[in-house]
């Protein structure tokens, strides 16, 4: 604890006795005031009469997980923090218990100084909220918005981009994958490095070995990205076989191996994070170091508004027009509107916009499926299948037509898509 650090009072729940030992001396070695739980009903109980400044869980317990007390004080407790501890086995279980709001997670095995370290990051963030009465300014350049969902992100951007491990990120099609991985590359030491990106969905099954390890004397991606990163979209399409030798060939994603500086940094995305997959990645953790799920732009409150405008700044000055007024009703539809290609779909929308050269942008400008949107009577006089059609609808004309993501976002097959889309229209 340096000299500006305050002790503070933490509540530690672990099922095992070694492990609630090991944290409660390393803690009180560092000048912390120290409660024990052995599960989350007790950690409950205790919260109900004790306040504590942080809350440093396991996830797997036997009873209630440790998802649900990471719930629960996110819910009822402003003035406490959260640090999960997790397996690399468990990596899915962390970030979902980051997206319900943990501040961090540690993977096991953790050293000392990396519980130190979570611990003071979690402390750091706590004294700043109650010393300004409001959440900080996002932390990352180039990830807009100021909902807590993107800070979050943030917070994890800035821990990743230092290291030498790979990076997992989750989350919808269209939240910002490639832009994040990006951004990661560009805060690392590996920033004047290559960064070269590979689309699995876009190249056949058959070619994926050689267009990532190469063959025939040809290198592959991962040859190319030597010194930089490597950002691979789609990772589950990867067979298990190429996948153990990118384990192999990249940095290592734990600390305590020896990093080689000269071969590529992998950075992954998949559609894991959604629907009955959220919490079982598709891909070993032990290819990753760090796992940052990206939210979707509906549950991102306000940075809808952020983006559009954003978007249509930077749309008018690419294309040399004038930059619209969005009207109010306008930025109304953008809020209620459930984006299901997320930003990707809001920068399509509003770059189409400002190339109408409109000078204000009304909701009759709108594309036809947001209109019906915004004007379609939704009461209760509609049967369920005319509500499902209706939605199923909407998501297909969001991705332009494309069934297989369609069918991602809705968590069904083709088939039952296609069964769907056979179905006749509602009535207007």
Request: proline share 7%; aromatic share 4%; glycine share 10%.
């Amino acid at each position: 604890m340096t000299k500006e650090e305050t002790p503070a009072r933490i509540l530690v729940v672990d099922d095992s006795p070694s492990t609630l030992e090991v944290l409660r001396r390393n803690l009180v070695d560092e000048g912390h005031s120290v409660v024990a739980a052995s599960g989350v009903a007790d950690a409950l109980a205790l919260l109900s009469f004790t306040p504590v400044d942080l809350v440093l869980t396991d996830l797997k317990m036997p009873g209630m997980s440790g998802l649900a007390l990471v719930r629960h004080v996110r819910e009822n407790l402003k003035e406490t923090e959260i640090v999960v501890i997790t397996g690399y086995a468990t990596i899915g279980g962390a970030v979902e218990a980051l997206r319900t709001g943990a501040e961090d997670y540690l993977a096991k095995p953790f050293t000392d100084e990396e519980l130190r370290e979570a611990v003071g990051r979690a402390l750091r963030k706590l004294r700043g909220r109650k010393t300004e009465g409001a959440p900080p300014p996002a932390a990352v350049p180039g990830l807009l918005g100021e909902s807590e969902a993107i800070r979050r992100a943030g917070r994890a951007i800035e821990r990743a981009a230092p290291s030498e491990g790979g990076v997992l990120l989750g989350g919808e099609d269209g939240t910002g994958k490639e832009l994040v991985a990006r951004i990661i590359h560009q805060r690392s030491p590996r920033a004047h490095g290559p960064f070269l990106s590979m689309y699995c969905r876009s190249v056949a099954a058959s070619s994926l070995h050689e267009e990532l390890l190469g063959a025939r004397g040809r290198p592959g991606l991962l040859a190319r990205a030597a010194g930089g990163t490597l950002f691979v979209a789609d990772i589950e399409e990867v067979g298990a076989a190429v996948r153990e030798k990118l384990a192999l060939l990249g940095p290592p994603a734990r600390p305590a191996r020896k990093q080689r500086s000269t071969s590529a940094r992998l950075i992954a995305a998949t559609c894991w994070g959604t629907g009955p997959s959220r919490t079982n990645p598709p891909v070993s953790g032990e290819l990753f170091e760090e796992a940052i799920w990206l939210p979707p732009l509906r549950e991102r409150g306000e940075d809808v508004v952020i983006l559009a405008r954003h978007f249509a700044r930077h749309y008018a000055g690419a294309l040399g027009r004038p930059v619209p007024e969005l009207a109010d009703p306008v930025l109304e539809v953008f809020r209620s509107y459930p984006w299901p290609g997320n930003v990707r779909e809001l920068r399509g929308i509003v770059r189409d916009l400002v190339a109408a050269e409109l000078a204000k942008v009304s909701v009759p400008d709108l594309p036809p499926r947001m209109r019906f949107s915004a004007f379609r009577d939704a009461g209760w006089n509609r049967s369920l299948a005319e509500v499902e059609a209706e939605h199923v609808r909407r998501v297909l004309a969001a991705v332009d037509g494309n069934k297989t993501r369609a069918a991602e976002i809705l968590g069904i097959d083709r088939k039952t898509l296609r069964e769907k889309l056979r179905d006749p229209e509602p009535p207007s």
